[in-house]
């Protein structure tokens, strides 16, 4: 199995190439040509496995170039009991409330409490092996620009990596406190974090330049080290998220909650379209899936485009309670143009130029007819996210964190909409303790405490939730971290900090 460039067919790269380079040269995303296909007997013999095995099974089926045991070598390397508190790297918690049947897979139990870990966990085992693989030994430097989960997932998966070095860069007054906290104090002799003077965006363009630029490039070169990266276009990140839709059906069936060969439904809270793409692959490989529904904040660039066909970016940037889902344009969502398109790399680049030249883009109505055969999208503010945290706790006594109940609350939407009570995945994507005073005043009325960590005590005291073992840590954590640079000082700190300037 090769790979496409979403923007243009004629590029074919193996798997390694692809997950070593991240992005094609025109700018757009390595896609498989074709999926494996599992009927409901390959489905079935997934069954007695458990998530290590069937995640071996599902990403060798992907990565041709990668023998049995490098592929079993990173599965076991990344979902330990240790990293993720328990065997089940992925547990579900079961709401069933009168013809409401959902399942909340849980995503969020590794070490940075977000699921982010899902990928970043096993992404440097098959990028340092794909590196190997294409371009002999060079040391891989991994650049992030991070508004608070990425960063601080990718740091926790690739330190202390052989033939690695990554560097994260975060805007100074643009993370969450208990995020900047998780980053500052992050351990590893291969790590850097540097606060930028600026906003999410300048260091995100930061980190583009620097990445394209040919001096800094050579430099590398010279020193036997070149750039990758590990954000959500990269093929490794989509890969591993492919495997826990396919490992909550077989729980889901192994439990008899549902039986073989039953549909699903699958509700994600969105930013990147990253993880409900992933759900998608899954069912184009013979997943059973009814509808896939697409959840956002106020930042509803996704619900208009799934309601419209026009994706138009120009809008009002919203700053909410789910920050991790604040964001205007989702990458992925080029490549379930170009599957959708019928792989019609042109039209892809063309929409992607016009998104690029006039801020949006219009779908034909092909495209848009089978958008809306499968997805189903809607939004919720921060009050309503709020009454659903507290709703959820006070009558299901679950407690959810902000990104989980916009997805609860748009899944609600869904069934008052639409009569449909197909039993549902909804995608819980972090600890509530990550987003602690927007949880905490969800389920108190009291006042809160301005403390950080005095906030999550207070949580666990009210809830009688445990504090998740990596968040508890952080209060005594030693800081290593507070280095701040100026936007035009990230090329300069990159190259010191590589020890070559
Ligand atoms: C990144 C993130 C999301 C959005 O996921 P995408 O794959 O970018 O759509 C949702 N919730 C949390 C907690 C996240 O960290």
């Not at 496995?49 to 990173?74: C, Q, V």
């Not at 070149?226 to 729980?251: H, K, T």
């Amino acid at each position: 199995m090769n790979y496409n460039s979403t923007r243009n067919k004629n590029r074919v790269v193996s798997a390694s190439q692809a997950i070593a380079q991240g992005i094609s040269e025109e700018g757009g995303l390595f896609v498989p040509q074709e999926l494996p296909r599992y009927s409901v007997d390959d489905i079935r013999e997934l069954l007695s496995a458990d998530y290590r095995g069937r995640a071996k099974k599902i990403m060798g089926d992907f990565l041709p170039d990668f023998s049995a045991e490098e592929i079993s070598e990173s599965v076991d390397a990344a979902y330990t009991a240790e990293k993720f508190g328990g065997s089940d790297p992925a547990p579900i918690s079961y709401i069933e409330s009168g013809d409401r049947k959902m399942a909340l897979l849980e995503l969020w139990h590794g070490p940075t409490c977000a699921f982010k870990d899902m990928a970043l966990q096993i992404l440097p085992h098959l990028l340092t092996k794909s590196v190997k693989k294409t371009c002999s030994d060079k040391e891989a430097v991994i650049l992030v620009a991070t508004s608070g989960d990425t960063g601080k997932a990718a740091l926790e998966g690739f330190r202390d990596v052989d033939g690695t070095k990554i560097m994260v860069f975060y805007p100074v007054d643009g993370v969450s406190p208990m995020q900047k906290r998780q980053m500052a104090t992050q351990k590893g002799e291969n790590v850097s974090v540097v606060a930028i003077k600026g906003n999410f965006d300048d260091a995100q363009t930061g980190v583009k330049k620097i990445f394209t630029d040919n001096a800094i490039k050579e430099k590398l070169a010279e020193n036997d080290m070149l750039f990758s990266s590990a954000n959500s276009i990269n093929w490794g990140r989509l890969l591993p998220q492919i495997v826990y839709y396919f490992s909550a059906y077989c729980e889901m069936v192994n439990e008899g909650r549902i039986a073989l060969g039953d549909k699903i439904n699958v509700c994600v809270p969105t930013g990147n379209f990253g993880n409900i793409l992933a759900s998608f692959y899954a069912m184009n490989m013979g997943l059973p899936v009814n509808k896939f529904i697409c959840a956002s904040n106020s930042n509803n660039v996704l619900t208009d485009f799934i309601k419209t066909g026009t994706y138009d970016k120009k809008r009002h940037f919203y700053t909410t309670i789910s920050p991790s889902m604040d964001i205007l344009v989702s990458s992925n969502l080029e490549r379930l143009l170009y599957h959708l398109s019928g792989e019609d790399d042109k039209k892809v680049a063309s929409f992607m130029a016009s998104l690029s030249s006039e801020g949006a883009y219009t779908v034909d109505e092909e495209i848009k007819a089978s958008l809306e055969k499968y997805f189903w999208g809607g939004y919720c503010n921060d009050a309503d996210t709020q009454k659903t945290i507290g709703d959820l706790y006070r009558n299901e006594n679950y407690l959810a964190d902000t990104h989980t109940a916009v997805a609860v609350n748009v899944y609600e939407q869904y069934v008052s909409e639409t009569g449909d009570n197909t039993p549902v995945v909804i995608a819980s994507t972090a600890s509530p303790y990550k987003f602690a005073k927007a949880v905490l005043s969800a389920v108190t009325d009291g006042e809160l405490p301005s403390d950080e960590f005095a906030m999550v005590d207070e949580l666990s005291a009210k809830t009688g939730t445990e504090i998740p073992a990596p968040l508890a840590g952080l209060k005594n954590a030693q800081e290593r971290f507070s280095f701040e640079c100026a936007v035009d000082e990230m090329a300069q700190t990159v190259l010191s900090g590589l020890g070559i300037n």
